[in-house]
């Protein structure tokens, strides 16, 4: 029937009466890459939270492909075929770059399997080609605590493609990130988009632009304020008014 | 492609020299133990070293469920006591047939407790004492960990739990005889008295046996996938979570082993002391656990026995010359390793020690880090925030 991979109806989650998502709806064709922009507090990271299970919507439904999300537990919904970057890189600090990449690659990931189970030929070939793609070649086997902000966020978005989901959750993949890393990542995510489906949330207007294809989101105090491509929405008074602060040069 | 290629030939030489290096290094330590300290050490000098390296065992377990899960159990006395009374129910019954063992009739009790019978049979026994701990464990840490409980609050349900089976054993005189628990050493094994020097050497032995394979099966559980999951589970659960695992089936599972290896560790005890009582069940002994493992460094396994015999050692030596000071040693023991010394012996022999011995021997480099990721204000941010989750 349809091809939406994501569908949020007037989804609305309230933590002790505050509204951190109002009356939301939401969806997204399978293939896109979406960014989300908005303001500090707009409720960006909770709406990832909703999708992937940590925390359940109080009104409203998701639905990943046309199935309702609603009290599966996190693990199942991320075997369903979504992967979520967090705010901070989260990747396993005591474990080396491809440790990280195996125990996530690893295709069952039940308690008896994973005991007795080894990295097949194909995971291990899996891994190494995502360590070529994520650039971390030479830092293989280096403990994650050793790598750099910026090339912990590339492992972790490597972690995410390692599991093949069909939607990747990013958030704010290039927070704290030099210019050049920032270009690196951006680059990564373009390429990943040719296969997957992404969300992409970002606060970097440099970073939006080089990633924006398609369309762009704007939240704001828990609800979509706008939505379409780039340079509609940067122009849009209201957009400038709650985020931009002031108007685009031009 | 080629040089790639020779690398990692290379590197598996190695990994395989390395193995077999370490490999001897057991089986000559287990030797030692095994064959030469029975000929120079008195028996009862033996007998309590036996004591000692069944500590040891219970270690390894701590150690699992801690230094690589990162649960913190305040409670493996309960595990340690079910082996223990496995053990000593069955040797309370090797006494002629339709005879009660002597403390029931104390009380007044003339049938056996339903309970006790399948402790007639050795095999039962054998497997009981693994099995046992090894469930209740299980069920203990399903309960705790399907409802997300951690940290602290875990810490604090197996202290309760403790105090719960310590209560509850202390009570039951018409079952096990409560607080006078059960004497193993007047008992008789396979018509030998228990404490006779032949039965207790046996039991040193297989002491030494039990602790090498569990040490190997230990270090299999932690050297594949399975162990760097665990190592995940303990450093980030949520983000193991986002990875598709469902981590309570992994705790649970290690927390039953470790409660099995316990439950081992607690027979072998109980039968090289001579009794069981419920005392063993007071929280100081299984705080006490831990300081073992923390001395010898979390996380490393030959840690745990390192630090059990340091500690165990200190504690003879000093108590027979000092005895008021032991505990005091202890505490500060326990102050000056979590303070100065917060990876244990070994963590810190690795760390820091093993890397200047190299070096003055010349066999090594000294460390070239990146000194640059230390002072990188994002990295010192982001540790912030992931240590304060
Ligand atoms: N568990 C929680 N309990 C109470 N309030 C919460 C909780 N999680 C989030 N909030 C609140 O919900 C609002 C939205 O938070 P959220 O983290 O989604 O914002 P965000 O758009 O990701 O912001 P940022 O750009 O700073 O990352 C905030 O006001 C926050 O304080
Ligand atoms: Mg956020």
């Known amino acids: ?250 | 492609m080629d040089s790639e290629l020779n690398i990692g030939i290379y590197k598996k030489k190695k990994q395989q020299r390395k193995q077999l290096i370490e490999a001897g290094i057991i089986i000559a330590i287990a030797l030692i133990f095994a064959i030469i300290l029975p000929i120079v050490l008195p028996a009862f000098r033996l007998r309590l070293f036996g004591r000692f390296l069944a500590l040891t065992i219970v270690a390894l377990g701590i150690d699992l469920i801690w230094g690589y899960t990162g649960l913190l159990s305040l409670g493996h006395g309960i595990f340690f006591a079910l082996g223990g009374y496995a053990i000593a129910m069955h040797l309370k019954l090797q006494i002629p047939e339709g005879q009660l063992p002597d403390f029931f009739t104390l009380y007044g009790v003339n049938k056996l407790p339903w309970f006790w019978q399948p402790f007639y049979s050795f095999p039962f026994t054998l497997v009981a004492l693994v099995v046992i701990p090894g469930i209740v464990a299980g069920l203990l840490g399903y309960l705790v960990f399907r409802n997300r409980i951690k940290g602290v609050y875990f810490s604090i349900l197996t202290q309760a739990a403790l105090l719960v089976f310590f209560n509850f054993f202390n009570g039951q005189q018409k079952l096990i005889n409560g607080t006078n628990g059960l004497k193993t050493d007047t008992e008789r094994i396979f018509d030998l008295l228990v404490s006779s020097a032949t039965v207790q050497r046996t039991f040193y032995i297989l002491t030494v046996i039990f602790l090498v394979l569990i040490y190997l099966f230990c270090r299999w559980l932690t050297s594949g996938r399975f162990g760097r999951l665990l190592i995940a589970i303990r450093d980030d659960e949520t983000r193991v979570r986002f990875s598709g695992y469902d981590p309570t089936g992994f705790k649970v599972l290690v927390f039953a082993i470790s409660g099995a290896i316990a439950g081992i560790a607690g027979a072998l005890y109980t039968v090289q002391t001579g009794i069981i009582t419920p005392a063993i069940m007071q929280v100081a002994f299984s705080i006490e656990m831990v300081i073992w493992v923390a001395v010898g460094g979390r996380g490393t396994l030959i840690g745990a026995i390192i630090g059990t015999l340091l500690v165990r050692l200190a504690q003879t030596f000093l108590s027979e010359r000092f005895p008021q000071v032991w505990l005091f040693f202890q505490g500060a023991l326990f102050l000056t390793v979590v303070t100065v010394l917060p990876n244990g012996i070994v963590g810190w022999f690795k760390d820091y020690a093993w890397q200047k011995v190299q070096f003055l021997l010349g066999l090594r480099q000294p460390l070239v880090t990146y000194p640059q990721i230390e002072e990188d204000p994002a990295i010192q941010r982001e540790r912030e925030q992931l240590t304060r989750e």
């Open chain 1, 1 to 250: 029937m349809t091809n939406k991979i994501l569908e949020i109806e007037n989804l609305t989650v309230s933590f002790d009466g505050f509204k951190a998502l109002n009356n939301l709806n939401f969806s997204m064709n399978a293939g896109e890459l979406r960014v989300i922009i908005g303001p500090n507090g707009a409720g960006k990271t909770t709406f990832l939270d909703v999708i992937t299970g940590k925390v359940q919507p109080t009104k409203g439904r998701v639905l990943f492909k046309g199935k309702n999300l609603k009290k599966i537990p996190e693990h199942k919904i991320t075997r369903m075929g979504i992967g979520r970057k967090f705010q901070t890189p989260r990747v396993y600090l005591n474990l080396t770059v491809r440790e990280n990449l195996d125990l996530v690659a690893n295709r069952n990931k039940n308690v008896f399997p994973t005991l007795f189970g080894y990295s097949s030929s194909t995971e291990k070939r899996n891994v190494a080609g995502l360590i070529e793609t994520i650039g971390l070649d030479a830092k293989a086997d280096l403990l994650a605590d050793l790598l750099s902000h910026g090339e912990k966020q590339r492992l972790e978005i490597g972690m995410l493609v390692a599991q093949s989901p069909d939607l990747l959750l990013v958030d704010e993949p290039a927070a704290g990130l030099t210019d050049e890393e920032t270009a690196n990542v951006g680059a990564l995510l373009l390429s990943l988009a040719e296969r997957h489906s992404i969300i992409a949330i970002e606060h970097d207007m440099e970073f939006v632009r080089q990633i924006a294809q398609d369309k762009v989101t704007v939240l704001h105090q828990g609800s979509v304020l706008c939505e379409g491509k780039m340079e509609q929405v940067q122009n849009d008074p209201r957009v400038i008014e709650v985020y931009l602060g002031e108007p685009p040069e031009e």
